[in-house]
């Protein structure tokens, strides 16, 4: 990076994890490696010159490329929601296709047979060294599907996410509720992981807690960070204003168990017509940072400089 201005992005074809046929993207002071053998996947973010994956990755999926079960292989990848057994489980052992023209990777896989649905990611590598990450499905079917995007990201072990609460109105000035949460059965609102702050909600993976947790927020603020080895993540997504949402209106999401933390933002649930396609966009950003308090005043001190800086993509993408 030169005068704070990105070079040109660099690309190259190598192994990684495993994994004979990967692409490997960087921008900025950011390193993304995506495999074409499965997916498609986006198995590492991290910092350049060797600094560790924020992305969790499976030690016994690594390499793999066949088998009769679905594999989480770890990384980021794309779903379509609501969640359901066996239709969200597909598996995705088949190889991808991918075009580099110097600035975008497209990653596509296969119509799953399943589901008659096609997934496709597209990274864009943005002028300020973030990455515009767009997410397809295509309806290749012979009926509408409705669905939404569902856009997961699993974090690796140790890491902590940060979700803003709504903006404070006080009553009776203010009557109109915040936002929506959803819990799932297995969530307890006293887990240990989760601090439920008045600024932030803040859930760290543990691994000597030996339990699920999942909540979904409607999220207006449209951020979601998580800090993970020395690094600030933020993925920004969209909110649109009386849009129908999954999972009683959830745009954001947070899954943790442990060894790893997903952080999950999904587009508006859409009657997909066949051959007609719905995007879900979000846009990464990352940062190099030692250390993140957990007091929220010195949290929201520590987060302003980056937050003022974030890019925000516009609704749902074309």
Same mark, same amino acid.
């Given at each position: 990076?030169?005068?704070?201005? +990105? &070079?040109?992005?660099? %690309?190259?074809?190598? #192994? ?7 692409? =490997? ?44 079960? $679905? ?21 995705? %052992?088949?190889?991808?296709? $991918? ?12 119509? #799953?047979?399943?589901?008659? !649905?096609?997934?496709?990611? &597209? !990274?864009?590598? /943005? ?58 059965? $297995?969530?307890? /609102? ?9 600024? =932030? ?32 993540? !933020?993925?920004? %997504? ?7 949402? +999954? ?5 954001? #999401?947070?899954?943790? /168990?442990?060894? %790893? ?7 508006? *649930? ?17 940062? +190099? *940072?030692?250390? *993140? ?18 890019? =925000? ?6």
């Amino acid at each position: 990076m030169k005068d704070g201005t +990105p &070079t040109r992005p660099r %690309f190259h074809t190598g #192994e990684f994890a495993g994994w004979p046929n990967c692409v =490997f993207i960087q921008h900025g002071e950011t390193e993304l490696v995506a495999t074409t053998d499965v997916g498609p996947r986006i198995l590492r973010c991290g910092l350049l010159q060797n600094a560790p994956n924020i992305f969790k990755t499976f030690d016994d999926d690594l390499g793999v490329t066949s088998g009769e079960e $679905y594999r989480l292989f770890g990384g980021h990848r794309l779903w379509h929601s609501p969640e359901a057994w066996p239709r969200s489980y597909s598996p995705d %052992f088949a190889p991808v296709e $991918y075009h580099w023209d110097e600035q975008e990777l497209h990653l596509e896989q296969r119509v #799953e047979p399943d589901t008659g !649905i096609r997934k496709s990611i &597209t !990274i864009d590598c /943005m002028a300020d060294g973030s990455f515009r990450v767009r997410h397809r499905l295509r309806n290749e079917g012979l009926w509408p599907v409705r669905l939404a995007a569902w856009s997961m990201t699993l974090m690796a072990g140790g890491c902590r996410a940060i979700v803003p609460q709504e903006e404070f109105r006080p009553h009776p000035e203010h009557l109109d509720p915040a936002r929506t949460m959803t819990l799932w059965h $297995y969530t307890r /609102m006293d887990d240990p992981r989760v601090n439920w702050g008045a600024q =932030f909600i803040q859930v760290t993976e543990n691994p000597g807690v030996n339990r699920k947790f999942k909540v979904g927020l409607g999220n207006r603020q449209r951020w979601a960070a998580c800090w993970s080895n020395g690094c600030l993540f !933020i993925k920004t %997504f969209a909110f649109e204003p009386g849009a129908e949402y +999954p999972d009683g209106g959830c745009n954001l #999401e947070l899954f943790t /168990m442990p060894g %790893f933390l997903e952080l999950e933002s999904l587009g508006p *649930l859409t009657t997909v017509a066949p051959q007609d396609t719905v995007v879900h966009d979000e846009i990464w950003h990352l940062w +190099p *940072l030692a250390e *993140l308090p957990h007091d929220e005043d010195a949290l929201a001190d520590a987060l302003a400089p980056y937050l003022s800086r974030l890019q =925000f993509p516009d609704g749902r993408g074309q």
